[in-house]
C-alpha cells in the first residue's frame, strides 16, 4: 500500500473487501454497484437527449426546406376569378402580382417590388384607395389618398413633390360629399407640402363604384445619396417600428358598424415624410437600409417582405411591439392578430445596430414617431422566415397573411 504523497485518500489506499467485515465490504460493493447504476442511467440519458435534439433538429430542417421548396415554386394562380383575398395584400396578393402583373411587365424597375420606382434621380409611384366607409374616425378616403402616395414616396427616401388624382364617381354621388373629400386631400397636402397638379374624373352607373374611388400617383425628387431597399437588410440590424400598430384597420373595421362594438380610436392616417427626413438626417446614409409602410397586411407582410428580398430572417419580440390596449381589445374580439392589421402612419425601419440609438432619438423628436420602439432583429438563419418570440417564452413562425379578414381598408 502506497502511503507517499498524501495517499491516503488515494482508491489503491482503501482497504480491500478481502480486509474488511463481510457486512462493510457488502457495504462497499452495493455502493459501488449503485454509482455504476448511476453513471449508466447518467450516460443514458445524455444519449437519449443528444437523440432527441437531433430528431426535433431534422425536423425543424424538413420543415424549412419545405417551406423553402414552396417559396422557390414558380407563382401561379390557382383560382379562376380574382377574389377579395388578392387585395388584401397577403400570399394571395404577391402571387398575382407575380404570376400576372410582373410576368407581362418585367423590367429591372420594377423586378425591384418596392414602393416606388427609383430612377434618373426621381421617385414615382401609384395607389388606388377603395375604403368603406369613405369617412372614418381620424380621416376620409381623401387624405387617405393623399397621405398614402406621400408615403410611398418618402418610403424610397425621395421627397415628395407632385401627385396626380384621378376620381371614378358612382352616379348619385352626393355632390357636397365630394367637396368635402376634396377639401380634405387639399389640406393633407398642404400639410405634406405637396401640391396635387394633374387629374382625371369618370362617372359609372348607380351601383358601379360604390360611391367614390380615388387614384393617385406621386413624384419625389432623390435629394440625398441614400439607396433604400428591402434587399438590403444585414445579420445585425435592428428593426424599429415608429409608433403603435394596427389602429387604421381596426378603426376602419369599426366604422362600418357591423360589429356593436364602440371603442375611442381614430385612424393614424399621416404623411411621413417630415419624419423619414429626420430619420435619414440624424443617420448615415448606409446605416437606414430600409423604410416601409405597415398599410395592408400590417407589420407582418412588411417583415416578411423583408426576410424574402434580403434572404435573413427576422426576429421580433411580442412583448416589445407597441399595441394600443383597444387596438389588442378588439383583435381579440376578432380574432385578429395586430401584426396582420394595416396601418397608415405607421412605418418600419431597418438600421444597423450602432444607429439605432441615433434612430430612435430621431424618430421620437417627432410627434408621430413619439412611440417609436425597436421591435427585433435581423439574424442570418434561417433565411426568408420572420420568427416571433412570444410573451410565453415560445417561439413561432409569422408568415404572410392568408385570406383577407378587413376588406377595402384602403
Known amino acids: 500500500m502506497n502511503v507517499g504523497n498524501g495517499g491516503a485518500g488515494r482508491l489503491e489506499d482503501r482497504p480491500g473487501p478481502e480486509m474488511l467485515d463481510p457486512q462493510e465490504a457488502d457495504r462497499l460493493r452495493a455502493r459501488d454497484r449503485e454509482q455504476q447504476e448511476t453513471d449508466r442511467l447518467r450516460a443514458e440519458t445524455r444519449e437519449q437527449q443528444e437523440a432527441d435534439r ?55 424597375l420594377l423586378e425591384a417590388l418596392e414602393d416606388g420606382a427609383v430612377a434618373d434621380g426621381l421617385a414615382f409611384t401609384t395607389d388606388s384607395f377603395v375604403v368603406t366607409p369613405l369617412f372614418f374616425p381620424g380621416g376620409d378616403i381623401g ?26 364617381l358612382e352616379e348619385g354621388f352626393p355632390i357636397a360629399d365630394l367637396r368635402r373629400i376634396t377639401a380634405s386631400m387639399a389640406e393633407a397636402a398642404r400639410i405634406a407640402g405637396v401640391q396635387i397638379v394633374t387629374g382625371d374624373t369618370k362617372v359609372v352607373q348607380r351601383g358601379k363604384a360604390d360611391g367614390c374611388y380615388i387614384n393617385t400617383a406621386g413624384v419625389g425628387t432623390l435629394d440625398r445619396p441614400v439607396r433604400l431597399s428591402a434587399t438590403a437588410a444585414r445579420p445585425g440590424d435592428v428593426v424599429i417600428v415608429s ?39 440624424a443617420c448615415a446614409d448606409e446605416r437606414v437600409r430600409c423604410l416601409r409602410d405597415a398599410t395592408r397586411g400590417g407589420v407582418a407582410t412588411i417583415v416578411n417582405e423583408i426576410a424574402e428580398s434580403s434572404q435573413v430572417a427576422v426576429v421580433l419580440d411580442e412583448d416589445a411591439i407597441p399595441v394600443r390596449p383597444v387596438v389588442r381589445g378588439a383583435c381579440e374580439l376578432l380574432g385578429i392578430d395586430p ?72
Do not use: W
Not at 430542417?61 to 383575398?85: N, P
Not at 387617405?144 to 421627397?159: S, W
Not at 397608415?344 to 440609438?357: N, P, S, T
Open 243 to 281: 409608433g403603435p400598430i394596427g389602429e387604421h384597420g381596426i378603426t376602419i373595421m369599426l366604422a362600418r358598424g357591423e360589429l356593436d362594438i364602440e371603442a375611442d380610436l381614430s385612424s393614424d392616417t399621416a404623411p411621413l415624410n417630415a419624419l423619414t427626413d429626420l430619420l435619414l438626417s
Open 143 to 168: 387624405d387617405l389618398a393623399v397621405n398614402g402616395t406621400v408615403n410611398d414616396l418618402a418610403m424610397c427616401g425621395a421627397r415628395p413633390r407632385y401627385l396626380s388624382a384621378g376620381f371614378i
Open 54 to 108: 437531433l430528431r426535433a433538429r431534422d425536423r425543424e430542417q424538413q420543415v424549412l426546406d419545405r417551406i423553402e421548396r414552396v417559396r422557390r415554386r414558380k407563382a401561379h394562380v390557382r383560382e379562376d376569378r380574382v377574389t377579395l383575398a388578392h387585395g388584401a395584400g397577403g400570399k394571395a396578393t404577391h402571387t398575382l402580382i407575380e404570376a400576372v402583373f410582373l410576368e407581362s411587365f418585367r423590367n429591372p
Open 339 to 410: 401584426l396582420y392589421v394595416a396601418c397608415e402612419g405607421r412605418m418600419v425601419v431597418v438600421v444597423a445596430a450602432e444607429a439605432a440609438g441615433a434612430a430612435l432619438d430621431a424618430l421620437r423628436s417627432h410627434p408621430l414617431g413619439a412611440g417609436a420602439a425597436v421591435i427585433g432583429r435581423i439574424n442570418d438563419d434561417p433565411p426568408g422566415l420572420v420568427l416571433l418570440r412570444t410573451s410565453f417564452g415560445g417561439t413561432r413562425i409569422v408568415d404572410l397573411l392568408v385570406g383577407d379578414p378587413l376588406p377595402r381598408i384602403c
